[in-house]
């Protein structure tokens, strides 16, 4: 009989998988036409890829016995450290900013910061313009930082299923009945 605890873990895995990938992808693709997206972004889109591959794998584990023990368990502790990872780095590209303040002062510091400004390029007599510094971009500013900060929090409520998961794995390998 499959775990039911199982399929609700694995549920929460890909549905979580789903908005990291989401949001990921929803940021690469707000980037200004020509410009190379920040890594941490690519890094983001990969772990929801990954984690949605790695849920995948975990529900077919049911059925699919070589997937049980041992490999479930190395793919469930390889994908939580890959979301770990991914949480802590965007926690730290993200800094110390505000989200919701949209004085000028905080403006300054979401354009400073790649994960918010959209890309920027040089222009020919050598200034830098970003695709959200124009004013009628400002809003973006902010919600590419909610959004990063959604990833990243989504991506430390993925490692709590993960570490779970991870958990139910090994005791399966140590004990399979």
């Known amino acids: 009989m499959p775990n039911v605890v199982n399929f609700v873990l694995r549920g929460f895995q890909i549905l979580f998988a789903a908005v990291i990938l989401g949001l990921s992808v929803s940021l690469v693709k707000g980037q200004w036409e020509d410009t190379?997206?920040?890594?941490?972004?690519?890094?983001?889109?990969?772990?929801?890829?990954?984690?949605?591959?790695?849920?995948?794998?975990?529900?077919?584990?049911?059925?699919?016995?070589?997937?049980?023990?041992?490999?479930?368990?190395?793919?469930?502790?390889?994908?939580?450290?890959?979301?770990?990872?991914?949480?802590?780095?965007?926690?730290?590209?993200?800094?110390?900013?505000?989200?919701?303040?949209?004085?000028a002062e905080n403006r300054v510091k979401l354009l400073e910061n790649d994960l918010f400004n959209g890309g920027c390029r040089k222009a020919d007599d050598g200034t830098t313009y970003c695709y959200n510094e124009f004013s009628a971009r400002w809003k973006y500013l902010n919600s590419r930082c909610r959004e990063c900060t959604?990833?990243?929090?989504?991506?430390?409520?993925?490692?709590?299923?993960?570490?779970?998961?991870?958990?139910?794995?090994?005791?399966?390998?140590?004990?399979?009945y």
Not at 40 to 68: D, R
Not at 79 to 85: F, K, P
Not at 158 to 167: D, E, K, P
């Open 150 to 176: 959604a990833d990243s929090v989504f991506m430390f409520l993925t490692f709590g299923i993960l570490v779970t998961s991870t958990a139910m794995a090994y005791r399966h390998a140590k004990n399979p």
């Open 36 to 103: 190379k997206p920040p890594i941490t972004l690519q890094y983001a889109a990969f772990v929801g890829g990954i984690t949605l591959v790695a849920a995948v794998v975990g529900l077919a584990s049911e059925w699919v016995t070589v997937l049980q023990g041992k490999i479930g368990f190395i793919i469930d502790g390889a994908t939580t450290v890959v979301n770990l990872a991914g949480g802590v780095l965007l926690g730290i590209m993200i800094g110390g900013v505000s989200c919701g303040d949209t004085s």
